[in-house]
């Protein structure tokens, strides 16, 4: 399976009206998980690049509820870069795949929605550990 298949882009529905916009998302819907932990990135510069791991357990949902940024997903084999940019996108991040988050507008909120609670042990925060693992030599 090709990467992007592994982490497509998601389309959220805008249901908005006159009043303004409204994106729901639920868990085991548009996510493809029970979301389990939220949180969100915000002032940081277009200098900053956040993220720099993988995860063993956790999958993720990336959106930028305001401003954009960038985000470059990889499996140590394939890489694309995915912009976030409309509040109705995010994309899917499934186990076992690096990430990184960079080029951050100055107004700039990311929502991160994850599958699992905090567990730093869970975490491969060393590029060369991560391909190594993902070559089968650990």
């Known amino acids: 399976m090709l990467l992007r298949e592994k982490c497509p882009i998601l389309q959220f529905a805008d249901l908005g009206d006159e009043r303004g916009k409204l994106v729901v998302i639920e868990g085991g819907q548009e996510i493809p998980f029970e979301i389990q932990r939220v949180f969100y990135i915000y002032e940081s510069d277009s200098t900053v690049i956040r993220g720099q791991h993988a995860n063993k357990e ?7 509820v305001a401003g954009q940024s960038k985000v470059r997903v ?7 870069v995915v912009e976030l940019n409309k509040p109705m996108m995010g994309v899917y991040i499934p186990r076992m795949i690096w990430k990184d988050m960079y080029s ?10 994850a599958s699992t609670h905090y567990d730093g042990g869970e975490y491969i925060r060393n590029y060369n ?9 650990k």
């Open 58 to 64: 956790s999958e993720f949902v990336l959106i930028n």
């Open 74 to 80: 990889t499996d140590g084999t394939e890489e694309f």
């Open 104 to 113: 951050f507008s100055p107004d700039s909120v990311l929502l991160v929605l």
């Open 129 to 137: 550990d991560y391909l190594d693992i993902m070559s089968g030599v």
